[in-house]
């Protein structure tokens, strides 16, 4: 990294062509798509430098369309198919020029990634399952980062850590400067053109109890403590034109014990269908087996936000040992179903009453001499798949809280990402990439790995007609691109 002077002197004595305001997956592919189309450029990040990165940190994948198998994904994945896809889980709530466009972009975007030093897990390596929809990063998402901070820093992209955006200034629609608090000092920042990639509203406990109430105490954030939303909130005041529902939040079911924050994927819990769940009072309350697909972490994520005290226990037999993937934290483990609800602090009769109602309730399927899971009959609630008897020691638990990944509130934006207004305009000079603009296309539910291909495509189109703003002064008589 360039070493810059102090803050308020460089604020004040240099105007750079794009200001980028956020340093996750949507700000360097933003940033260094500006820098390679001819803009000096500025990236504000409000961690520190190993905390760098927001939620892109802790991805895995990214979701693109593919017309051949190749080395990191096989078969076909078809713009068709990924939007039937995209259909399907957000039933019909996206834009669909927007979403078109970003599925036929994201076929395009691995040889650019390549090139700016990301690695992608090839399909000989046999570390995990191979994928057709989706192509695993090398190293995850901090990998990625890192890749890209050390491109951004050879193409003499500047960076400024702790550096908080804290509001925009608007002249008629187009952007003039941010201010930011940085070295311990509000200090206001110009440039011609301004990318906003500050990710979304999560970690704002305040806000996420707007719509949960003291309930929100309860939850853990999945990523990153810097998504609080600041500059969504104040796009917003100063006439943004809002996207996606602000009461809708992406939320799986992770282990209890992970931290407040950044807890990342290690800490979903996996195998619920293979146990029984119960509440604080050691009751259960959802057909464990009904849910089998991905789609299981968001419920259970909801279910568990509506328990008591947002807390809850999935509870297995030594029967379904290695069944399921490892967990982050071993199990609590004890050699009765009493000495387990003690551990937990449960009430141990509850428990045991609830197990024995359960194991009572259990019909086995019988293959010739094995027993394979079943169904229950006779209780409420049923479980539908999977019901095997709790009856062999040791009991395990793992305690679990609903863990926030993301909302689904952003600003709206056109093909080319600029910032759209209430009042139906576009602020010529203000582009939006990743989470917060990421509504748009997915206005509800979630597909494995289109946070990071949204984050791609945008960020990468915003940095470019950023710069593009920048270098001519304006966007007029442009076709878009796309
Ligand atoms: C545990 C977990 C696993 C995930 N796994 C996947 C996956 O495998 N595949 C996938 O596609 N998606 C995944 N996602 C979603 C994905 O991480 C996001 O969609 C994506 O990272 C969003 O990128 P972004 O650049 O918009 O935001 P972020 O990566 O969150 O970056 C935003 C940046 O802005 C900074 N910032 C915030 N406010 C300010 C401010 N006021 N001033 C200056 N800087 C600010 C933050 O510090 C941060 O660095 C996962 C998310 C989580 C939480």
């Known amino acids: 990294m360039r070493l810059l002077p102090s803050t308020r002197s460089f604020a004040s004595s240099r105007i750079y062509d794009v200001v980028v305001v956020g340093g996750g997956n949507a700000g360097l592919c933003a940033a260094i798509m500006a820098r390679q189309s001819g803009a000096t450029v500025l990236l504000l990040e409000q961690a520190a430098r190993d905390l760098r990165g927001g939620n892109s940190r802790h991805a895995r994948n990214l979701r693109v369309a593919h017309r051949m198998p190749g080395r990191y994904m096989h078969g076909l994945y078809l713009p068709n198919e990924y939007w039937e896809d995209l259909i399907r889980v957000t039933a019909g709530q996206t834009n669909a020029s927007l979403?078109?466009?970003?599925?036929?972009?994201?076929?395009?975007?691995m040889p650019w990634m390549a090139q700016c030093g990301a690695r992608f897990q090839s399909l000989r390596s046999g570390a995990r399952r191979p994928s057709r929809k989706t192509v695993f990063l090398l190293g995850g998402g901090k990998a990625l980062l890192n890749a890209y901070y050390l491109t951004a820093e050879r193409l003499g992209i500047d960076i400024l850590y702790e550096t908080e955006v804290v509001s925009f200034h608007f002249d008629g629609g187009i952007a003039r400067g941010v201010t930011a608090l940085t070295g311990g000092a509000a200090a206001t920042i110009h440039a011609k053109a301004f990318v906003v990639t500050s990710g979304g509203i999560q970690s704002d406990i305040d806000w996420l109890k707007r719509y949960w109430g003291d309930a929100a105490d309860g939850f853990l954030i999945r990523g990153t403590a810097y998504a609080k939303g600041q500059i969504l909130k104040d796009l917003l005041d100063q006439g943004a034109a809002p996207v996606g529902n602000p009461a809708q939040w992406h939320i799986v079911a992770v282990d209890a014990r992970a931290p407040k924050f950044d807890g990342g994927i290690v800490s979903r819990i996996d195998c619920l269908p293979l146990g029984i769940v119960v509440d604080r009072n050691g009751r259960?309350?959802?057909?464990?087996?009904?849910?089998?697909?991905?789609?299981?972490y968001a419920i259970w994520g909801n279910l568990v936000a509506q328990c008591p005290s947002q807390i809850a226990y999935a509870i297995f037999d030594s029967k379904?040992?290695?069944?399921?993937?490892?967990?982050?934290?071993?199990p609590i483990r004890a050699p009765t179903i009493a000495e387990l609800a003690a551990k937990l602090a449960l009430n141990p009769s509850s428990v045991m009453a609830t197990v024995d109602a359960f194991n009572a309730a259990v019909q086995n399927t019988l293959h010739g001499k094995s027993v394979s899971?079943?169904?229950?009959?006779?209780?409420a609630p049923l479980k539908s798949r999977w019901a095997l008897p709790i009856d062999t020691p040791p009991f395990d638990c793992f305690p679990l809280r609903p863990g926030v990944t993301f909302n689904y509130l952003g600003v709206k934006v056109d093909q080319n990402a600029h910032v759209l207004m209430t009042n139906g305009r576009e602020s010529p000079n203000t582009f939006a990439a990743g989470s917060i603009m990421a509504a748009n296309v997915l206005g509800r539910g979630y597909l494995a790995g289109i946070g990071i291909a949204i984050g791609t495509v945008f960020g990468r189109i915003a940095g470019r007609e950023a710069a593009y703003y920048a270098n001519s002064g304006s966007h007029k008589d442009r076709a878009p691109r796309h």
């Open 99 to 109: 979403a078109r466009s970003m599925i036929d972009q994201s076929a395009h975007v």
């Open 320 to 330: 379904i040992d290695g069944l399921s993937r490892p967990s982050l934290y071993p």
């Open 373 to 379: 899971p079943g169904h229950t009959e006779y209780i």
């Open 284 to 296: 259960r309350f959802h057909d464990e087996g009904a849910n089998i697909g991905p789609e299981r």
